[in-house]
């Protein structure tokens, strides 16, 4: 495939709002992972004082850079000389969009000016859905977002994004099927007041985007919901939708825990983690993926059940509800079944009606279960998403004192391809009576005590 060129311009010594790190550095940390998404996405940074560089190469390197570009990404420029520049060295590339800069400075999407201050209106019906993409994916202010705004650009202007090639509907067949199959579901859907709110908040998202839709599913779930997905989506795919777990990053396990070979029964131990002495295994400390990450006060419980063989996870966590800002509980049930190699697992679940399949690892944990690493790949296939994510956890959910154990974390990530600022802190403050509890004959530790 052709490569898609892409350059980013950002405000010399310019700060994000994630976690104040510096623009430059979230940029390149972009680059690097989009070509885990596709290895034809080719993304170069730039300070906006590179054009008045001494170093003749750097200024070539820039211009080529520009004049070849499919995409400019300008973040945080103020400086109007450089804006001047920029605009005029942009002038022949078809897509150019602008956050935090100087307003002189115009958006292009598909050659076609943007046509208000801001980035929030378009003449054409179908750029008005890019630009609410892009718009509110931009302002949720994380590396994964960042990410995504590119692909929605990509997507609609250049070629196809694999993983952005699920609609919300196929045409009359989607209908077909759902009035065929799922009449009833549907008809209990709209005369429930939450499952008719949740199908709303759906509607307002980008079907592609999996922060918006997940936050409105984990608001609204109920009963009728679940009943309605699980026909419509599980059970006959009316949206023709389908998603592959990814296969990048490719994150090893560790191999020894207190210098013993790592086997399945210690790495199932590592997951049940502090179970017994506690009511949970681990509490979360912080997460990647702002889709399924971020929720407040979560708890995670592993055990052995009552069958032979048989593992599970069960997280808990809060949600703050869209409509009236209330806290309540969730819980998932997963199985959890062991990978061909210690340390690794497979796991499966149904949620709200829809099935995902997950692909876990344990990167590393503390010799004295201070703290662990968690990385997991996954896909809701009927629902056409894939993800991945890492979770970081504690026994009380707060980040490792010693800062040895903390080089040691900054490590685990980094087999990750994950850097600190990335991760979300997860909100513990306010967790009073979690509905924890496991199901009776419950068994916790094998081998580690």
């Not at 560089?53 to 750097?58: G, K, L, N, Q, S």
Request: proline share 5%; charged share 25%.
């Amino acid at each position: 495939d052709a490569p898609v060129k892409i350059v980013a311009i950002v405000g010399a010594g310019s700060v994000s709002p994630i976690k104040s790190t510096p623009w430059y550095d979230v940029m390149l940390h972009t680059a690097k992972k989009l070509k885990w998404i596709d290895e034809a996405f080719e993304m170069v940074v730039f300070t906006d004082t590179c054009h008045q560089a001494d170093d003749p190469e750097m200024k070539q390197h820039l211009h080529h850079s520009i004049t070849s570009a499919d995409i400019i990404l300008i973040v945080a420029v103020t400086d109007e000389q450089s804006a001047k520049w920029i605009q005029l060295s942009s002038r022949n590339v078809k897509n150019v969009v602008s956050f935090d800069s100087s307003p002189s400075l115009s958006n292009k999407l598909g050659g076609s000016v943007v046509r208000s201050s801001g980035f929030l209106r378009f003449v054409e019906p179908e750029s008005d859905k890019v630009i609410q993409s892009v718009n509110q994916a931009w302002n949720r202010h994380s590396s994964y977002d960042i990410r995504f705004c590119l692909l929605v650009i990509i997507n609609a202007y250049i070629k196809p994004v694999q993983s952005l090639q699920n609609l919300r509907a196929k045409g009359f067949s989607t209908l077909n099927c759902m009035v065929k199959n799922c009449g009833q579901q549907i008809l209990d859907c709209l005369l429930d007041p939450n499952c008719r709110k949740a199908l709303q908040c759906l509607n307002k998202c980008s079907p592609v985007d999996q922060v918006c839709n997940y936050r409105c599913i984990a608001s609204y779930e109920n009963r009728k919901l679940e009943e309605f997905s699980l026909c419509v989506l599980t059970k006959h795919n009316c949206l023709e939708l389908d998603a592959e777990i990814p296969t990048v990053p490719l994150v090893d396990p560790m191999t020894e825990f207190r210098s013993q070979a790592l086997d399945h029964d210690t790495a199932e131990d590592l997951f049940v983690g502090w179970l017994g002495s506690l009511d949970w295994s681990w509490r979360v400390v912080a997460g990647e993926n702002p889709a399924y990450d971020q929720f407040p006060c979560q708890y995670q419980l592993f055990y052995r059940g009552k069958a032979r063989g048989s593992f599970w996870y069960e997280p808990v966590f809060r949600v703050k509800t869209l409509d009236n800002d209330e806290l309540v509980w969730r819980r998932r049930k997963y199985r959890v079944k062991r990978g061909g190699t210690p340390g690794t697992f497979r796991f499966s679940v149904l949620d709200n009606g829809v099935v995902s399949q997950e692909l876990w690892t344990i990167v590393d944990v503390g010799d004295d279960l201070s703290w662990g690493l968690f990385h997991y790949h996954g896909a809701a296939r009927v629902a056409g998403q894939s993800y991945t994510g890492a979770v970081l956890v504690s026994p009380t959910g707060s980040y490792p004192e010693e800062e040895k154990e903390r080089r040691r974390v900054r490590a685990a990530l980094e087999k990750c391809g994950v850097v600190e600022w990335e991760l979300f802190d997860v909100d513990n403050c306010c967790c009073d009576h979690p509905p924890l509890g496991l199901p009776e004959g419950s068994r916790f530790h094998r081998k580690i005590t």
